[in-house]
Antibody, heavy 129, light 110 residues
């Protein structure tokens, strides 16, 4: 079955840390870049981060740079998002989403942004004192 | 980076065609053919409808089509159906190495 399953969410105080996981079948994980996208309550989607298929390239939205770290364990088909120094504005439903493979001629920075074709069901993170 | 601009809401009647716009700048929508569109039903994960401005993934109805002119991308839904009622989001590469979503459009089928 083609699916991504997030876990690790919860309620955490401002300034504390949380680590999200996204487990996938090898069929949909191996060889693909993977994104984290979040959605604050009642708000729209916000791209958070992306990691290349081999973990060598990682990119972040400005608001989480220096606080969040995306990583992956390809031997376990699992993606992670380490979230440190959490803020109330990080409260959101966090989705992992698979990146469409780019055409063969694109191996640059744009290659991760052709679209997101498989999404998890999301996991809630609440940052509150 | 600022969110792309979408109308907050659009509406239509069954069978009608509607268009949702997504306006950015020459640094995002206008600069790259890397606009994608997503449908999100209430309480569900987003679903990819369109990628690379005009392409449809397999399994997505031909009633959904995408286009772009200058700094504005558009999603057109033809033959509107009741189950098209959802939130729709555009997304564009916004260089370097990041992307930005639109604020979302709520489609109501009257």
């Amino acid at each position: 079955q083609v699916q991504l399953v997030e876990s690790g969410g919860g309620v955490v105080q401002p300034g504390r840390s949380l680590r999200l996981s996204c487990a996938a079948s090898e069929l949909i994980f191996s060889g693909y870049a993977i994104h984290w996208v979040r959605q604050a309550p009642g708000k729209g989607l916000e791209w958070v981060a992306v990691i290349s298929y081999d973990g060598s390239n990682k990119y972040y939205v400005d608001s989480v740079k220096g606080r969040f770290t995306i990583s992956r364990d390809n031997s376990k088909n699992t993606l992670f998002l380490q979230m440190d120094s959490l803020r109330p504005e990080d409260t959101a439903l966090y989705y992992c989403a698979r990146s469409l493979p780019p055409p063969s001629y694109d191996s640059g920075h744009t290659s991760y942004f052709y679209g997101m074709d498989v999404w998890g069901q999301g996991i809630t993170v609440t940052v509150s004192s | 980076q600022s969110a792309l601009t979408q109308p907050a809401s659009v509406s239509g009647t069954p069978g009608q065609s509607i268009t949702i716009s997504c306006t950015g700048t020459s640094s995002d929508v206008g600069g790259y053919d890397l606009v994608s569109w997503y449908q999100q039903n209430s309480g569900k994960a987003p679903k990819l409808l369109i990628y690379e401005v005009t392409k449809r993934p397999s399994g997505v109805s031909h009633r959904f089509s995408g286009s772009k002119s200058g700094n504005t991308a558009s999603l057109t839904i033809s033959g509107l159906q009741a189950d098209d009622e959802a939130d729709y989001y555009c997304c564009s590469y916004a260089g370097p190495s990041n992307c930005v979503f639109g604020g979302g459009t709520r489609l109501t089928v009257l």
